[in-house]
Antibody, heavy 121, light 109 residues
Framework: EVQLLESGGGRVQPGGSLRLSCVAS????????LTWVRQAPGQGLEWLST????????YDADSVKGRFTISRDNFKNRIYLQMTNMRVDDTAIYYC??????????????WGQGTLVTVSS | SYVLTQPPSVSVAPGKTATLTCESH??????VHWYQQRTGQAPALVIR???GRPAGIPDRFSGSNSGNTATLTISRVEAGDEADYYC????????????FGGGTKLTVL
Protein backbone atom coordinates (compact mmCIF):
# COMPACT_ATOMS: atom_id res chain seq x y z
CA GLU A 1 0.00 0.00 0.00
CA VAL A 2 1.34 3.40 -0.98
CA GLN A 3 1.74 5.71 1.98
CA LEU A 4 2.87 9.31 2.08
CA LEU A 5 3.26 10.99 5.45
CA GLU A 6 3.96 14.69 5.75
CA SER A 7 5.46 16.35 8.80
CA GLY A 8 7.05 19.60 9.84
CA GLY A 9 4.03 21.85 9.77
CA GLY A 10 3.27 24.34 12.49
CA ARG A 11 3.05 28.02 13.23
CA VAL A 12 5.67 30.45 11.97
CA GLN A 13 5.93 34.21 11.94
CA PRO A 14 5.89 36.21 8.71
CA GLY A 15 9.37 36.28 7.24
CA GLY A 16 10.25 33.02 8.96
CA SER A 17 11.26 29.62 7.61
CA LEU A 18 9.99 26.08 7.88
CA ARG A 19 10.98 22.74 6.37
CA LEU A 20 8.37 20.17 5.51
CA SER A 21 9.18 16.52 5.06
CA CYS A 22 7.30 13.69 3.37
CA VAL A 23 8.29 10.06 3.93
CA ALA A 24 7.08 7.51 1.42
CA SER A 25 6.54 3.75 1.47
CA UNK A 26 4.82 1.04 -0.50
CA UNK A 27 6.42 1.79 -3.88
CA UNK A 28 9.83 2.11 -5.51
CA UNK A 29 10.64 5.62 -4.39
CA UNK A 30 13.25 6.47 -6.98
CA UNK A 31 10.94 5.49 -9.84
CA UNK A 32 8.60 8.40 -9.25
CA UNK A 33 8.54 12.16 -9.35
CA LEU A 34 6.91 13.76 -6.31
CA THR A 35 4.94 16.95 -5.91
CA TRP A 36 3.87 19.43 -3.24
CA VAL A 37 0.36 20.88 -3.46
CA ARG A 38 -1.24 23.21 -0.95
CA GLN A 39 -4.75 24.24 -0.02
CA ALA A 40 -5.45 27.49 1.76
CA PRO A 41 -8.41 27.50 4.19
CA GLY A 42 -11.64 27.17 2.25
CA GLN A 43 -9.81 27.38 -1.08
CA GLY A 44 -8.88 25.06 -3.92
CA LEU A 45 -5.75 23.13 -4.74
CA GLU A 46 -2.59 24.96 -5.73
CA TRP A 47 0.38 23.16 -7.27
CA LEU A 48 3.68 24.32 -5.76
CA SER A 49 6.68 22.23 -6.75
CA THR A 50 7.62 18.96 -8.42
CA UNK A 51 10.88 17.05 -8.36
CA UNK A 52 11.79 14.30 -10.80
CA UNK A 53 12.69 10.80 -9.68
CA UNK A 54 16.42 11.44 -9.85
CA UNK A 55 16.13 14.90 -8.33
CA UNK A 56 17.82 16.45 -11.35
CA UNK A 57 14.76 18.38 -12.50
CA UNK A 58 12.52 20.60 -10.44
CA TYR A 59 9.56 22.78 -11.30
CA ASP A 60 8.17 25.58 -9.17
CA ALA A 61 5.06 27.72 -9.25
CA ASP A 62 5.65 31.43 -9.68
CA SER A 63 4.00 32.07 -6.30
CA VAL A 64 6.84 30.29 -4.47
CA LYS A 65 9.77 30.57 -6.86
CA GLY A 66 12.80 31.93 -5.06
CA ARG A 67 11.24 31.30 -1.64
CA PHE A 68 10.49 27.56 -1.57
CA THR A 69 12.89 24.78 -2.57
CA ILE A 70 11.98 21.18 -3.19
CA SER A 71 14.52 18.41 -2.70
CA ARG A 72 14.64 14.68 -2.15
CA ASP A 73 16.77 12.00 -0.51
CA ASN A 74 16.34 8.71 -2.33
CA PHE A 75 18.19 6.84 0.41
CA LYS A 76 15.71 7.97 3.04
CA ASN A 77 12.59 7.83 0.81
CA ARG A 78 11.88 11.44 1.65
CA ILE A 79 11.17 14.68 -0.08
CA TYR A 80 11.40 18.08 1.49
CA LEU A 81 10.02 21.56 1.00
CA GLN A 82 12.21 24.27 2.43
CA MET A 83 10.10 27.39 2.85
CA THR A 84 11.68 30.79 3.50
CA ASN A 85 10.50 34.39 3.71
CA MET A 86 7.06 33.09 4.49
CA ARG A 87 3.95 35.20 4.14
CA VAL A 88 0.52 35.14 5.75
CA ASP A 89 -0.93 33.86 2.48
CA ASP A 90 1.28 30.76 2.71
CA THR A 91 -1.09 29.53 5.42
CA ALA A 92 -2.46 26.24 4.12
CA ILE A 93 -2.50 22.49 4.34
CA TYR A 94 0.49 21.17 2.43
CA TYR A 95 0.12 17.85 0.66
CA CYS A 96 2.79 15.55 -0.71
CA UNK A 97 1.71 13.57 -3.78
CA UNK A 98 3.17 10.87 -5.97
CA UNK A 99 3.40 11.40 -9.70
CA UNK A 100 2.62 8.69 -12.20
CA UNK A 101 6.17 8.25 -13.46
CA UNK A 102 9.79 9.27 -13.11
CA UNK A 103 9.39 12.56 -14.89
CA UNK A 104 6.96 15.22 -13.78
CA UNK A 105 3.61 15.12 -15.43
CA UNK A 106 0.22 13.59 -16.05
CA UNK A 107 -1.56 13.09 -12.73
CA UNK A 108 -1.05 12.54 -9.01
CA UNK A 109 -1.76 8.92 -8.15
CA UNK A 110 -1.54 9.10 -4.39
CA TRP A 111 -1.67 11.83 -1.76
CA GLY A 112 -0.62 12.18 1.83
CA GLN A 113 -2.97 13.45 4.51
CA GLY A 114 -1.29 16.83 4.63
CA THR A 115 0.39 19.01 7.23
CA LEU A 116 -0.96 22.37 8.37
CA VAL A 117 1.21 25.45 8.13
CA THR A 118 0.06 28.67 9.76
CA VAL A 119 1.89 31.93 9.15
CA SER A 120 0.88 34.47 11.73
CA SER A 121 2.38 37.00 14.06
CA SER B 1 -1.67 31.44 -17.51
CA TYR B 2 -3.86 28.49 -18.39
CA VAL B 3 -7.19 28.60 -16.53
CA LEU B 4 -9.62 25.75 -15.90
CA THR B 5 -13.11 26.97 -15.04
CA GLN B 6 -15.43 24.88 -12.89
CA PRO B 7 -18.86 25.87 -11.55
CA PRO B 8 -18.59 26.49 -7.79
CA SER B 9 -21.46 24.19 -6.93
CA VAL B 10 -23.71 21.48 -8.27
CA SER B 11 -26.64 19.89 -6.46
CA VAL B 12 -28.24 16.58 -7.24
CA ALA B 13 -30.76 14.25 -5.65
CA PRO B 14 -29.72 10.74 -4.62
CA GLY B 15 -30.04 8.25 -7.44
CA LYS B 16 -29.81 10.94 -10.12
CA THR B 17 -26.92 11.85 -12.39
CA ALA B 18 -24.46 14.64 -11.60
CA THR B 19 -22.62 16.39 -14.41
CA LEU B 20 -19.56 18.43 -13.48
CA THR B 21 -17.80 20.51 -16.09
CA CYS B 22 -14.30 21.87 -16.56
CA GLU B 23 -13.89 24.48 -19.27
CA SER B 24 -10.90 25.93 -21.06
CA HIS B 25 -9.91 26.81 -24.58
CA UNK B 26 -9.25 23.61 -26.54
CA UNK B 27 -9.15 21.48 -23.40
CA UNK B 28 -10.12 18.59 -25.67
CA UNK B 29 -6.53 18.52 -26.92
CA UNK B 30 -5.24 17.77 -23.43
CA UNK B 31 -5.62 14.93 -20.96
CA VAL B 32 -7.86 15.83 -18.03
CA HIS B 33 -7.76 14.20 -14.64
CA TRP B 34 -10.30 14.49 -11.81
CA TYR B 35 -9.89 14.37 -8.03
CA GLN B 36 -12.45 13.94 -5.31
CA GLN B 37 -11.92 15.59 -1.94
CA ARG B 38 -14.33 14.75 0.82
CA THR B 39 -14.58 17.12 3.75
CA GLY B 40 -11.50 16.93 5.95
CA GLN B 41 -9.72 14.45 3.69
CA ALA B 42 -6.94 14.55 1.15
CA PRO B 43 -7.78 14.59 -2.56
CA ALA B 44 -8.04 11.26 -4.35
CA LEU B 45 -7.85 10.49 -8.05
CA VAL B 46 -11.17 9.34 -9.53
CA ILE B 47 -10.64 9.78 -13.29
CA ARG B 48 -7.38 9.80 -15.27
CA UNK B 49 -6.78 10.56 -18.93
CA UNK B 50 -10.26 11.93 -19.53
CA UNK B 51 -12.19 8.72 -18.87
CA GLY B 52 -10.03 6.12 -17.14
CA ARG B 53 -10.96 4.84 -13.71
CA PRO B 54 -8.22 3.92 -11.23
CA ALA B 55 -8.62 0.65 -9.36
CA GLY B 56 -11.37 0.84 -6.77
CA ILE B 57 -13.35 3.66 -8.40
CA PRO B 58 -16.90 2.51 -9.17
CA ASP B 59 -18.16 2.55 -12.73
CA ARG B 60 -20.72 5.15 -11.70
CA PHE B 61 -17.87 7.62 -12.32
CA SER B 62 -17.10 8.42 -15.93
CA GLY B 63 -15.49 11.21 -17.89
CA SER B 64 -15.36 12.77 -21.31
CA ASN B 65 -13.42 15.54 -22.96
CA SER B 66 -14.02 17.38 -26.22
CA GLY B 67 -13.74 20.87 -27.60
CA ASN B 68 -13.63 23.37 -24.77
CA THR B 69 -15.26 21.21 -22.09
CA ALA B 70 -14.28 18.20 -20.02
CA THR B 71 -17.02 16.49 -18.04
CA LEU B 72 -17.13 14.25 -14.99
CA THR B 73 -20.38 12.31 -14.78
CA ILE B 74 -21.50 10.55 -11.65
CA SER B 75 -24.45 8.22 -12.15
CA ARG B 76 -26.76 6.95 -9.45
CA VAL B 77 -25.39 9.52 -7.03
CA GLU B 78 -25.00 8.45 -3.42
CA ALA B 79 -24.66 10.47 -0.24
CA GLY B 80 -21.00 9.45 -0.06
CA ASP B 81 -20.30 11.21 -3.35
CA GLU B 82 -20.77 14.58 -1.69
CA ALA B 83 -17.37 16.24 -2.02
CA ASP B 84 -15.32 18.82 -3.84
CA TYR B 85 -14.20 17.77 -7.29
CA TYR B 86 -11.17 19.25 -9.06
CA CYS B 87 -10.11 18.89 -12.67
CA UNK B 88 -6.43 19.03 -13.56
CA UNK B 89 -4.28 19.11 -16.67
CA UNK B 90 -0.56 18.91 -17.20
CA UNK B 91 0.91 20.95 -20.01
CA UNK B 92 4.61 20.43 -20.65
CA UNK B 93 4.74 23.50 -22.90
CA UNK B 94 4.14 25.83 -19.99
CA UNK B 95 6.48 26.98 -17.25
CA UNK B 96 3.69 26.24 -14.79
CA UNK B 97 2.76 22.81 -16.13
CA UNK B 98 0.37 21.68 -13.42
CA UNK B 99 -3.02 23.39 -13.49
CA PHE B 100 -6.00 22.73 -11.25
CA GLY B 101 -9.51 23.98 -11.72
CA GLY B 102 -11.10 25.95 -8.92
CA GLY B 103 -13.22 23.00 -7.84
CA THR B 104 -16.93 22.18 -7.73
CA LYS B 105 -18.76 21.41 -4.52
CA LEU B 106 -21.17 18.55 -5.19
CA THR B 107 -24.10 18.57 -2.79
CA VAL B 108 -26.34 15.54 -2.54
CA LEU B 109 -29.80 16.77 -1.60
Amino acid sequence: EVQLLESGGGRVQPGGSLRLSCVASGFTFDDHALTWVRQAPGQGLEWLSTISATGVSTYDADSVKGRFTISRDNFKNRIYLQMTNMRVDDTAIYYCAKDLGAAAGDYLENWGQGTLVTVSS
Amino acid sequence: SYVLTQPPSVSVAPGKTATLTCESHNIGTKSVHWYQQRTGQAPALVIRYDNGRPAGIPDRFSGSNSGNTATLTISRVEAGDEADYYCQVWDSTRSQPWVFGGGTKLTVL
